[in-house]
């Protein structure tokens, strides 16, 4: 292989390896509830407005941003960036993350939560490995 193909070939490997960090960061943004946050909230909601609204403690914002950030970036949040500060951002409701707010149906939609938590259970997990 080239240098350009096993350039192409590790940055292949890191993206495969660090998958799942994407799919604990939305188990984790189900948990705290923050897409029926946002959904409460009016549909568009600032790091404040979500520390508020799923009573963590201040010292959690730093944490709850790079969530966020990792979230919006992968698009399941929106984010409207009218500011380069931090708590000025604001984060949206995305049709993915809709389908992650409790208590409604849209347009015959269930509530897709509890599939993502019952496959990104550890319980799910190790049977699926225990399989192969």
């Not at 969530?67 to 500060?85: I, N, Q, Y």
Request: with cysteine; glycine share 6%.
């Amino acid at each position: 292989p080239t240098d350009a193909e096993l350039l192409q070939a590790q940055a292949d490997l890191w993206r495969h390896s660090l998958y799942y960090l994407k799919s604990m960061a939305l188990k984790c943004a189900v948990e705290l509830g923050i897409p029926t946050a946002i959904h409460r909230l009016g549909g568009a909601a600032s790091l404040p407005d979500l520390i508020t609204s799923l009573s963590l403690p201040q010292a959690k914002l730093p944490f709850l941003h790079r969530l966020m950030r990792l979230l919006s970036s992968s698009g399941v949040f929106s984010v409207s960036e009218e500011s380069t500060e931090v708590m000025a951002i604001v984060y949206g409701l995305t049709p993915l993350s809709y389908l992650l707010v409790e208590g409604i149906a849209a347009d015959g939609h269930i509530n897709h939560a509890p599939f993502l938590l019952t496959a990104t259970s550890t319980r799910y997990i190790d049977l699926v490995l225990m399989q192969n």
